[in-house]
């Protein structure tokens, strides 16, 4: 078993609606052998191969709250003047 799938390395954001840490990644396009196993397994969502835009990046496990997680990552980029 090898855990170098850099996707399995992002950090889970937690549930906005029920503040679980059991989001799981919604993952879109068609799915490969590995997306498919993945998704057998519970750990990523399969979304579909149609992307039209503001689809939700994330499922909550706990409440199956769905939401969009794109700040992560800009909130990392976005430093605060004085944060030093
Ligand atoms: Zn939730």
């Known amino acids: 078993m ?9 950090e889970r954001p937690k ?3 029920c503040g679980s840490a059991k989001a799981l ?6 799915p490969g052998l590995e ?6 397994e519970g ?9 039209r835009g503001g ?3 994330w499922r909550c496990d706990e409440c199956g709250h769905e939401w969009e997680e794109l700040r992560i990552d800009l909130s990392i ?6 944060d030093d």
């Not at 990644?25 to 068609?30: K, V």
């Open 43 to 51: 750990k990523i969502i399969l979304g579909g191969c149609v992307i």
């Open 55 to 57: 689809e939700p990046t």
């Open 35 to 40: 997306m498919l196993e993945d998704a057998m």
């Open 25 to 30: 990644p919604i993952c879109y396009g068609f």
């Open 2 to 10: 090898s855990e170098t799938n850099p996707e399995r390395r992002l």
């Open 77 to 82: 980029l976005q430093k605060k003047p004085g």
């Open 15 to 17: 549930c906005p609606k």
